[in-house]
């Protein structure tokens, strides 16, 4: 345990009596790095608490309802909304980290159970063996992202095209309350019953998700099985505008055609293509090519994708890159010739599959892109949005940033944006920026030190850290213009807010009767 915080020093010794000194950290530096997220954001925590079982939640929770403490969850550290930075003097940060097993895949009834801080890797990797997979099965940050943090702040990516948002794929949770009792939701709140079900009366299982670990912990969570598709096809086309590339990806979006989608402006698409290295490029390409089922196909794949290097995306100008899966080889096709015929009618012209093949076949890589390329602080901001109002919130940010152009050029800001959607309904801009900016302990213990070594040590940088966090600030208010809502609430988007009264008093009294002393969260999501 080593050695407490002096003025909390036998509070926490009791605690450890109750769970055992192995599941408590109190190190200075394990208190800052607990305390913080990529944003920068940070405030040194009381304690680390790594429980290893429901009970150790259990007596975490009333120790701190005894001792007046506050409990704040953290998964795999990935937020960049403030979701586990509490500004409180006396929190526990519980590291989920310890309760990552997968506890039990059901292939009978097409359920997985697994513990709240299992990672979207781990997950992945135990289904494989079954033929099965999660709807939505994780996000570009897996390796590390787990899958109680990402039910508590929502997130995208895999399987996002056709099945939505991680919170689409949960059908229940077991929860611990702040007064320590454990609530079970969907079918498994009726006594006796499996957690096969989520619709089983009012959505119990829907009131924590999204909610940043506001309203409790969660311990557990069942998701839904869908057999593991083995036909893939990726489709790839380059850009002049925005307006095309939306364009395209609204539609298929609509027709639901692809798995999994993202774009690039042409900032991003240049970020890329100069941070990823030549080691890398061979890795993952071997990565696709054992991804092949047929031996003629992982020729075809290897070759292909080698003799394109890095040549296959244009200098200047936007990239759409969509994953296909299917049943069956002929109905992969069909769908990414269908996607080619709409990309085409939008102005797209197609070229080599380079991303999607090998981004799909090495989805849970190391989280490199976290910095720039040189070393830069990065820092994402998103909104959600209807398709018909995409592309005039985007032209918005355009104007917003061309507006700043100069405060940028003065501070070496760079900004671009990531594109994406989710199921047939949602678009997503995400715009990005990157500063030079010392790294912080998050960054350090996340990327890898091969790449750390290769770039740039700024030096401490306040100045343009407040300008894009002024920026960010802005384009946030600037999406808001455009009905946009948000993923990964968490202390940084005006959810509570921006509701209208009805029902932001309707959760300000789940709050209170929850976790009627506030001590889950304060904070998040502006409860």
Known sequence: MGNPHPEFGRMIEALAERIGPARIVVDDASRELYGQDISGDAHAVTAVIRPAEVAHLVETVRFARDQDFVVVPRGGGMSYSGGYVCQRPRTLCLDMAAMGEVLDVNTEDMIVTVQAGCTWQALHEALKPHGVRTPFWGTLSGIHATVGGSLSQNALFWGSGRHGTAADSVVGFEIVLADGRVLRTGAAARAGATPFFRHYGPDLTGLFTCDSGALGIKSTATLKLLPAADARAGVSFAFADHAGLFRAMSRVSRAGLAESCF???????????????????????????????????????????????????????????????????????????RIRGIARDAGGEEVENTIPTVTRAHPFGPLNSMIGPSGERWLPVHGLLPHSRAVAAYEAVLALLERNHAACADHGIVH????????????????????????????????????????????????????????????????????????????????????????REVLRAVKRELDPEGRMNPGALGL
């Open 416 to 503: 671009g944006a990531l594109f994406t959607y989710a199921d047939t309904d949602c678009f997503v801009i995400e715009p990005v920026f990157y500063w030079p900016d010392r790294l912080n302990a998050l960054h350090r213990r996340t990327v890898e030190g091969s790449v750390l070594r290769r770039t740039t040590d700024f030096a401490e940088n306040r100045a343009a850290r407040a300008e894009v966090l002024r920026l960010r600030a802005e384009v946030i208010d600037t999406l808001h213009a455009f009905g946009a809502v948000h993923l990964q609430i968490g202390r940084l988007y005006p959810f509570a807010r921006d509701l209208a009264a009805e029902p």
């Open 263 to 337: 774009a690039f402006d042409p900032t991003l698409q240049a970020q890329r293509m100069k941070r990823e290295s030549l080691t890398r490029d061979l890795r993952t390409l071997g990565h696709a090519v054992a991804a092949e089922s047929s031996v003629f196909g992982a020729l075809k794949t290897g070759a292909r994708v080698a003799a394109a290097g890095r040549r296959f995306l244009p200098d200047e100008g936007y990239s759409a890159h969509f994953m296909v899966e299917e049943r069956t080889q002929a109905a992969a096709h069909d769908a990414a010739d």
